[in-house]
T-cell receptor, first 114, second 111 residues
Framework: DQQVKQNSPSLSVQEGRISILNCDYT??????FLWYKKYPAEGPTFLIS?????DKNEDGRFTVFLNKSAKHLSLHIVPSQPGDSAVYFC?????????????FGKGTKLSVIP | DTAVSQTPKYLVTQMGNDKSIKCEQN?????MYWYKQDSKKFLKIMFS???????INETVPNRFSPKSPDKAHLNLHINSLELGDSAVYFC??????????FGPGTRLTVT
């Protein structure tokens, strides 16, 4: 049972345009959400996070939006750059877990075309 | 400086063997984790550990055991390896409530 879903396995975007990666979750107990970026043969790299008390968090070119009623979050990358080409994982946790264990989505492969 | 390191990067071994993967973090984090990424690319939590408690994902076989000699290390021991254990294993660390930092992964192949 997938509690975190990324329904688009891949996405292609032109350089300079906006990339929008989507993520849905089913467990209403989740209260902390993160996005990770992963290059081949490397570990995931933390990008940005958001807690459930917010609906938006911004860090440079990366913005994460959270819609709690829809159990949906998205990552916006503006402007997209070729170096952004990677697999992006959405992850969620809840403070009740104590250790903030993460539940990951399956990932979306982003290709930014020069 | 490497924040979270794992050794070895690649591990090829035969069924039935016992092996260990080492993990070290130099970030001063209080919690460490082990994740498994299977052939379908799902990243799944196996363990989380801080100096207070070990939390085990109930789906992890008891052939897998984490060992923490100190706060900076969390090693993964696997007994009686099976073909289905072949995967990439990632170590991670964090402060409670913050984003986790991952190691580069160890690709385990069981033949």
């Amino acid at each position: 049972d997938q509690q975190v879903k990324q329904n688009s396995p891949s996405l292609s975007v032109q350089e300079g345009r906006i990339s929008i990666l989507n993520c849905d979750y089913t467990n209403s107990m989740f209260d902390y959400f993160l996005w990770y970026k992963k290059y081949p043969a490397e570990g995931p790299t933390f990008l940005i996070s958001i807690s459930s008390i917010k609906d938006k968090n911004e860090d440079g070119r990366f913005t994460v939006f959270l819609n709690k009623s829809a159990k949906h979050l998205s990552l916006h990358i503006v402007p997209s750059q070729p170096g952004d080409s990677a697999v992006y994982f959405c992850a969620a946790s809840f403070s009740g877990a104590g250790s903030y264990q993460l539940t990951f989505g399956k990932g979306t492969k982003l290709s930014v075309i020069p | 400086d490497t924040a979270v390191s794992q050794t070895p990067k690649y591990l090829v071994t035969q069924m039935g063997n016992d092996k260990s993967i080492k993990c070290e973090q130099n970030l001063g984090h209080d919690t460490m984790y082990w994740y498994k990424q299977d052939s379908k690319k799902f990243l799944k939590i196996m363990f989380s550990y801080n100096n207070k408690e070990l939390i085990i994902n109930e789906t992890v076989p008891n052939r897998f055991s984490p060992k923490s000699p100190d706060k900076a290390h969390l090693n993964l021991h696997i007994n009686s390896l099976e073909l289905g254990d072949s995967a990439v294993y990632f170590c991670a660390s964090s402060r409670i409530g913050e984003g986790q930092y991952f190691g580069p992964g160890t690709r385990l192949t069981v033949t």
